[in-house]
């Protein structure tokens, strides 16, 4: 069974920093893609950030140039730094793992960012 689990989260003010982690158990096949996903309050869950099993990265425009994503195949986790958060960033952090044809997500990790 995959679980994915995420952790890092907390309670921060605007411009500091955060750096999520996704730890991945039960896949002895790796991951494909991964990728982190949010949603806020009252809003529909959207995409932040993927990378490929080889190092190929996207972000959301809205991120660009503050979050990094990068993984660990070695370790089967995956990882967020946020920099210069903003009052907007406040969400629920969610990874995904894409094994095959399976996605699987984590249970989510809460990031508020206070003005």
């Known amino acids: 069974q995959v679980q994915l689990v995420e952790s890092g989260g907390g309670l921060v003010q605007a411009g500091e920093s955060l750096r999520l982690s996704c730890a991945a158990s039960g896949s002895t096949f790796g991951f494909n893609t991964m990728n982190w996903f949010r949603q806020a309050p009252g809003k529909q869950r959207e995409w932040v950030a993927g990378v490929s099993s080889v190092g190929v990265t996207a972000y959301a425009e809205s991120v660009k140039g503050r979050f990094t994503i990068s993984r660990d195949n070695a370790k089967n986790a995956m990882y967020l730094q946020m920099n210069s958060l903003k009052p907007e960033d406040t969400a629920v952090y969610y990874c995904?793992?894409?094994?095959?044809?399976?996605?699987?997500w984590g249970q989510g990790t809460q990031v508020t960012v206070s003005s």
């Open positions: 995904k793992g894409t094994v095959g044809l399976h996605d699987y």
